[in-house]
């Protein structure tokens, strides 16, 4: 007699920081037939394996205001919830996790009308409005702060941080001509890369190079100026595939403050400068780079308040500050859950069971 195998639908899309932890838990359930349901125009469409069937819907988040644009939006809504609800239908599905964002709303509440269970991932401090308004609805909100569950009373938590992708807990080796003996700065905008950080470290550079150093810096595919900046010590890339490689090597980070990010720094035991990002929704950065200030795993700097000679400076002192960074280094790895994916797969088996 066979036995099924679980169907699992994982709901996640847009960035890096959606995507990775929802990848990273799929590696983890190797006995599951797994489903991905995204948006036809985001990165899931290339990050995502093919060993994965990727359903897609059609939907975008709501703006401000009320008009036309926004009843379209309400219909559309409508319509995705159905056809997420149509999807477990057919295809058997047995449980829903998903990572936030818009796409998790249809999710959710097509799990609670099919009453499957829901599990949502929250890798934010402050808890995204997909997961306040629709947390109630889901078996376990998984969060990837500890403290977060202030802002969540009355529903079911567990603190499993956010789950990085497997090559990040092994040594990598790096394919980047760095000598061994100098020091790597390494310059990272998340998946989107941050246009404000490229012109700031580019103001800096000229005087870490002449300590030595090596600044490896990925842009982004939306700078302008990517080619402004010419030097044998500096590689610019818009994007780079072994991270994990890269932070294991650096010396520094100079990072937005994106929840994947801060836990790929503290897995990889990397000392950071954090700018979160200025716009992001209820500046939702800031708070997640309080946790590793307050923790002396990183220094943080307001965009608006920081110039290229601040940035320069710190750098520099930090660099020639090596028992500084190895404190640093030591405070982000304490910050660090390594089995975070397991946990996570254990909340999912445990539901399906």
Same mark, same amino acid.
């Given at each position: 007699m066979t036995t099924k195998s679980p169907r699992l639908l994982i709901a996640a899309s847009g960035t890096g920081g959606h995507l990775f932890p929802a990848l990273a838990l799929a590696e983890q359930l190797p006995n599951y037939q797994i489903e991905w349901l995204g948006?036809?125009?985001? %990165?899931?469409? #290339? %990050?995502? +394996?093919?060993?994965? *069937? &990727?359903? /897609?819907i059609s939907l975008?988040?709501?703006?401000?205001?009320?008009? %036309?644009? #926004?009843?379209?939006i309400i219909f559309r809504f409508l319509a995705s919830v159905f056809q997420v609800q149509k999807i477990i239908k057919e295809r058997n599905i047995d449980a829903v996790f998903t990572t936030g964002g818009y796409i998790a709303a249809p999710a959710i509440l097509a799990a609670r009308l099919q009453k499957i269970p829901a599990v949502i991932h929250e890798s934010n401090f402050i808890p995204g409005k997909v997961t306040r308004f629709l947390s109630r609805w889901c078996d376990t909100v998984a969060l990837g702060f500890a403290g977060t569950d202030r802002y969540l009373?009355?529903?079911n938590t567990v603190h499993v941080s956010t789950p990085v992708r497997s090559q990040f807990l092994t040594s990598q080796s790096l394919d980047l001509d760095i000598p061994i003996d100098v020091p790597l700065i390494v310059v990272v905008g998340g998946s989107q890369g941050a246009v404000?950080?490229?012109?700031l470290v580019r103001e800096a550079?000229?005087?870490?190079?002449?300590?030595?150093?090596?600044?490896?810096?990925? *842009?982004?595919k939306n700078d +302008? @100026?990517?080619?402004? &900046?010419?030097?044998?010590?500096?590689?610019?890339l818009p994007f780079y595939e072994n991270m994990a490689g890269l932070l294991q090597r650096a010396n520094l980070a100079i990072s937005r403050a994106g929840a994947? /990010? &801060?836990t790929e720094l503290a897995v990889t035991h990397t000392p950071a400068i954090l700018i979160p990002y200025p716009y992001a929704a209820e500046d939702h950065q800031a708070y997640n780079a309080k946790v590793f200030a307050d923790a002396d795993a990183a220094i943080v700097y307001r965009q608006e308040k920081l110039t290229g000679s601040i940035l320069r400076e710190r750098v520099l002192e930090l660099l020639?500050? +090596? /028992?500084? %960074?190895?404190?640093?280094? @030591?405070?982000?790895?304490? &910050?660090a859950i390594t089995d975070s994916s397991e946990r996570l797969a254990k909340i999912v088996n445990d539901l399906v069971d």
């Amino acid at each position: 007699m066979t036995t099924k195998s679980p169907r699992l639908l994982i709901a996640a899309s847009g960035t890096g920081g959606h995507l990775f932890p929802a990848l990273a838990l799929a590696e983890q359930l190797p006995n599951y037939q797994i489903e991905w349901l995204g948006v036809s125009d985001r %990165l899931e469409q #290339t %990050l995502v +394996p093919d060993c994965y *069937t &990727l359903h /897609t819907i059609s939907l975008e988040g709501f703006q401000q205001g009320f008009g %036309l644009k #926004t009843v379209q939006i309400i219909f559309r809504f409508l319509a995705s919830v159905f056809q997420v609800q149509k999807i477990i239908k057919e295809r058997n599905i047995d449980a829903v996790f998903t990572t936030g964002g818009y796409i998790a709303a249809p999710a959710i509440l097509a799990a609670r009308l099919q009453k499957i269970p829901a599990v949502i991932h929250e890798s934010n401090f402050i808890p995204g409005k997909v997961t306040r308004f629709l947390s109630r609805w889901c078996d376990t909100v998984a969060l990837g702060f500890a403290g977060t569950d202030r802002y969540l009373p009355q529903v079911n938590t567990v603190h499993v941080s956010t789950p990085v992708r497997s090559q990040f807990l092994t040594s990598q080796s790096l394919d980047l001509d760095i000598p061994i003996d100098v020091p790597l700065i390494v310059v990272v905008g998340g998946s989107q890369g941050a246009v404000a950080v490229n012109k700031l470290v580019r103001e800096a550079a000229q005087a870490w190079f002449e300590i030595g150093a090596v600044v490896v810096h990925l *842009t982004g595919k939306n700078d +302008p @100026e990517i080619d402004s &900046l010419q030097h044998p010590q500096y590689i610019c890339l818009p994007f780079y595939e072994n991270m994990a490689g890269l932070l294991q090597r650096a010396n520094l980070a100079i990072s937005r403050a994106g929840a994947g /990010t &801060l836990t790929e720094l503290a897995v990889t035991h990397t000392p950071a400068i954090l700018i979160p990002y200025p716009y992001a929704a209820e500046d939702h950065q800031a708070y997640n780079a309080k946790v590793f200030a307050d923790a002396d795993a990183a220094i943080v700097y307001r965009q608006e308040k920081l110039t290229g000679s601040i940035l320069r400076e710190r750098v520099l002192e930090l660099l020639q500050s +090596p /028992t500084q %960074l190895e404190k640093m280094a @030591e405070n982000a790895a304490n &910050l660090a859950i390594t089995d975070s994916s397991e946990r996570l797969a254990k909340i999912v088996n445990d539901l399906v069971d």
